[in-house]
T-cell receptor, first 114, second 114 residues
Framework: EAGVTQSPTHLIKTRGQQATLRCSPI?????VYWYQQALGLGLQFLLW???????NRGNFPPRFSGRQFPNYSSELNVNALELEDSALYLC?????????????FGPGTRLTVT | AQKITQTQPGMFVQEKEAVTLDCTYD???????LFWYKQPSSGEMIFLIY??????QNATEGRYSLNFQKARKSANLVISASQLGDSAMYFC???????????FGSGTKLNVKP
């Protein structure tokens, strides 16, 4: 069974540009979660998608947005990049409504804003 | 209130000794799951162990065990016979049954000394 995949692995952008990060969940998983992890810090919840809908978002400005496609893959867009957006962005997928079911994480996209 | 609290930003342990990483949680949902993840310096998130709110016994997975004290709302991770490869960040997480939401703690950085 293929795991959660993310692309690209690394992304270097200039302040003010836009970044697009992609995530493919494990087959059969309908929920996709996005997290931001600044260097040496914990995970900050960004967005949760399920069945194509945004179900919840964390305390991030509107320039962080995304979507989930019919095949449940997801895209995270960050507009008007700022230096502090430099971080590891982790995507995770899971099944709905099974409290014992964990999140499976992808390898992450490391975004560097210069 | 914080849903998941990890009060130890960093811990040191001697190789081959046991170590306990603390985690307390806050929920009013009777159905919930508790998870521990390991994040090595490479950035990947590795699922370690799960404990359900209705489980009568503490979960164990190899050298990992979860000391579940429901009344105190604590779910401490115990690593026995620490190895150098255990050096990593460790995150405690909770999934509430009603909302499919996951909450992560701020993490504990464990350093195993030779």
């Amino acid at each position: 069974e293929a795991g959660v995949t993310q692309s690209p692995t690394h992304l270097i952008k200039t302040r003010g540009q836009q970044a697009t990060l992609r995530c493919s969940p494990i087959s059969g998983h309908t929920s996709v979660y996005w997290y931001q992890q600044a260097l040496g810090l914990g995970l900050q919840f960004l967005l949760w998608y399920d069945e194509g809908e945004e179900r919840n978002r964390g305390n991030f400005p509107p320039r962080f947005s995304g979507r989930q496609f019919p095949n449940y893959s997801s895209e995270l867009n960050v507009n008007a990049l700022e230096l502090e957006d430099s971080a590891l962005y982790l995507c995770a997928s899971s099944l709905r409504d099974i409290v014992s079911y964990e999140q499976y994480f992808g390898p992450g996209t490391r975004l560097t804003v210069t | 209130a914080q849903k998941i609290t990890q009060t130890q930003p960093g811990m040191f342990v001697q190789e081959k000794e046991a170590v306990t990483l603390d985690c307390t949680y806050d929920t009013s949902d009777p159905s919930y799951g508790l998870f521990w993840y390991k994040q090595p310096s490479s950035g990947e998130m590795i699922f370690l162990i799960y404990q359900g709110s209705y489980d009568q016994q503490n979960a164990t997975e190899g050298r990992y065990s979860l000391n579940f004290q429901k009344a105190r709302k604590s779910a401490n991770l115990v690593i026995s016979a620490s190895q150098l490869g255990d050096s990593a960040m460790y995150f405690c997480a909770m999934r509430e049954g009603d909302f499919n939401k996951f909450y992560f703690g701020s993490g504990t950085k464990l350093n195993v000394k030779p």
